[in-house]
């Protein structure tokens, strides 16, 4: 996955693009490699509507993309720039555009929590399912960075709360190992499969238990959670526990397996 880093917005005269862009350079817009591309996807980042506007108005196709396959609606969305994102599917930018990776507009932004980017994405028929190479998807993104208004918006609008990346590896787990205990709630509301396994056996509850969230521990196993589920290796989520010092979660595991607290 790339990332644009998030630039401070610097003030732009509203006619900038219009001294840049005079009369005479019509016939150059949208000439393969043409700076304007990459002004309208510089300008999208940051946030610049006026800009973008212009660019637009002066034949800059909303689907500029870099070299790389990033577009201007994907910069956009990932920095929350709504305005932006509003004025380039305007312009029939392709919502469900991709870069090499499969990487979209939504999963971008709901990889940021940009909750309004996300819905406006969705009500323009963004692919709430689709994938990156490795299976990530946008609920998964946005379950990792905790933004639980997204998770559930995502999964109104139809999102999978059991895809998983060729791995194995799904929301939940993602949930569950960086601690978000409200996402990891919700994605149980709406049935996430509570002792999914990657392929080496790995579940929800060995990644919280790895990491000593007590609650989250405390949650997948009032959800059902297998206490004694196992990786191919052997290894369980009370050895991953008890390597990190995780007393709390020791003593909670060990309540949840009668044969040994006996």
Partial sequence: MIFFSTQPNREVPNNAA??????????????????INEALIL???NGHSDVVQVLLERGAKGN????????????????GHYEVVRLLLQTNADVNATEPNGWT??????????YN???????????VNATEYDGWTALMAA???????????L?????EVNA????????????????????????????????????????????????????????LLEKGAEVNAAKQDGWTALMAASQNGHRDVVTLLLEMKPDVAE
């Avoid at 500029?64 to 920095?79: E, I, P, Q, V």
């Avoid at 379950?143 to 918006?153: E, K, M, P, Q």
Wanted: aromatic fraction near 4%; charged fraction near 15%; charge should be negative.
């Fill in 155 to 159: 999964l109104l609008n139809g999102a």
């Fill in 43 to 45: 300008a999208s980042e």
């Fill in 164 to 219: 998983a990346k060729q791995s194995g590896w799904t929301a939940l787990m993602s949930a569950s190992h960086q601690g978000h205990c409200d996402v990891v709630r919700l994605l149980l509301e709406m049935n996430a499969e509570v002792n999914a396994t990657e392929h080496d056996g790995w579940t929800a509850l060995m990644a919280a238990s790895q990491n000593g969230l007590c609650g989250i521990v405390r949650l």
């Fill in 105 to 114: 507009a939504l999963m971008s932004a709901s990889h940021s929590g940009h």
């Fill in 64 to 79: 500029a993309a870099k070299h790389d396959g990033w577009t201007a609606l994907m910069a956009a969305s990932h920095n």
């Fill in 117 to 127: 980017v996300v819905r406006l994405l969705l009500e323009m028929n963004a692919e």
């Fill in 18 to 35: 219009n001294f840049l862009l005079g009369p005479e350079d019509y016939s150059k817009v949208n000439t393969v490699g043409h700076e």
């Fill in 143 to 153: 379950s990792h960075n905790g933004h639980c208004d997204v998770v559930r918006l």
